[in-house]
């Protein structure tokens, strides 16, 4: 009913208790601190890589989000996982049972601060999971593009842009707790404001 067509919450589909304890910011330290992990810039179009030790991101940049601060200025960690060295943490993530013919997962993990997000975009469907913290959504069908800068940040379109929206402009929107997880069609407009410091991971059907 809904792969095709439209977004959906799944609450209570797997149990990814063990995950979760293995991604508390102590244990991430102790097992990936040294390593190198690739930023990317909160905007829409044209994406900077910056690498920083892991350790370095948590401590000195896992910030809430300056409101003030462009897309090109913001660094994000999310999607860009080495998978020589974060796939042993994967191995103990229990994906969504569910996919979509012809489509293989890949996953993209993620940990950001306070008020930061991507901004809006689209790509193929997908599965996202908040493992810690909350994750606020906003979705437009593939056939109605949002208006927005594309080196806005999320903060900054919802309390510049957002206010002004008529109802009919308006996304449809969400909030994602740990355990939830929601799933995306193909070409689905997004964009996503942590509304804690937050830990994530999404399931790619490409």
Same mark, same amino acid.
């Given at each position: 009913r809904f792969a095709f067509s439209r977004p959906v919450i799944l609450s209570g589909i797997t149990d990814n208790s063990a995950f979760r304890a293995l991604c508390t910011r102590g244990k991430l330290l102790a097992a990936f601190g040294p390593f190198p992990v690739r @930023?990317?810039? *909160?905007? =829409?179009?044209?994406?900077?890589?910056? !690498?920083?030790p892991f350790q370095e991101y948590v401590e000195h940049l896992l910030k809430p989000?300056?409101? *003030?601060r462009l897309g090109s200025d913001t @660094? &994000? +960690?999310?999607? !860009?996982?080495? +998978? =020589?060295?974060? #796939?042993? %943490? +994967?191995q103990h993530y229990v994906p969504p049972p569910f996919r979509i $013919?012809? =489509?293989s997962p890949a996953y993209? +993990? /993620?940990? *950001? /601060?306070?008020?930061?997000?991507?901004?809006?975009h689209w790509h193929? $469907? #997908?599965f996202s999971e908040v493992i810690f913290g909350r994750k606020r959504w906003f979705l437009y069908p593939p056939d109605k593009t949002p208006h927005f800068h594309p080196n806005e940040t999320t903060l900054a379109w919802l309390q510049h842009t957002y206010p =002004? %929206?008529?109802p009919a402009q308006r996304p449809l929107e969400c909030t994602l707790r740990p355990?939830?997880? @929601? &799933?995306f069609p193909d070409r689905w407009w997004h964009a996503t404001l942590n509304l804690d410091t937050s830990v994530f991971i999404s399931t790619f059907l490409g």
């Amino acid at each position: 009913r809904f792969a095709f067509s439209r977004p959906v919450i799944l609450s209570g589909i797997t149990d990814n208790s063990a995950f979760r304890a293995l991604c508390t910011r102590g244990k991430l330290l102790a097992a990936f601190g040294p390593f190198p992990v690739r @930023l990317s810039t *909160a905007n =829409t179009y044209s994406y900077r890589k910056v !690498d920083v030790p892991f350790q370095e991101y948590v401590e000195h940049l896992l910030k809430p989000q300056d409101p *003030a601060r462009l897309g090109s200025d913001t @660094l &994000y +960690f999310f999607g !860009d996982n080495n +998978f =020589t060295e974060w #796939g042993p %943490l +994967f191995q103990h993530y229990v994906p969504p049972p569910f996919r979509i $013919p012809g =489509t293989s997962p890949a996953y993209s +993990f /993620g940990i *950001a /601060g306070s008020g930061s997000g991507v901004p809006f975009h689209w790509h193929g $469907p #997908g599965f996202s999971e908040v493992i810690f913290g909350r994750k606020r959504w906003f979705l437009y069908p593939p056939d109605k593009t949002p208006h927005f800068h594309p080196n806005e940040t999320t903060l900054a379109w919802l309390q510049h842009t957002y206010p =002004t %929206l008529p109802p009919a402009q308006r996304p449809l929107e969400c909030t994602l707790r740990p355990g939830e997880v @929601l &799933y995306f069609p193909d070409r689905w407009w997004h964009a996503t404001l942590n509304l804690d410091t937050s830990v994530f991971i999404s399931t790619f059907l490409g």
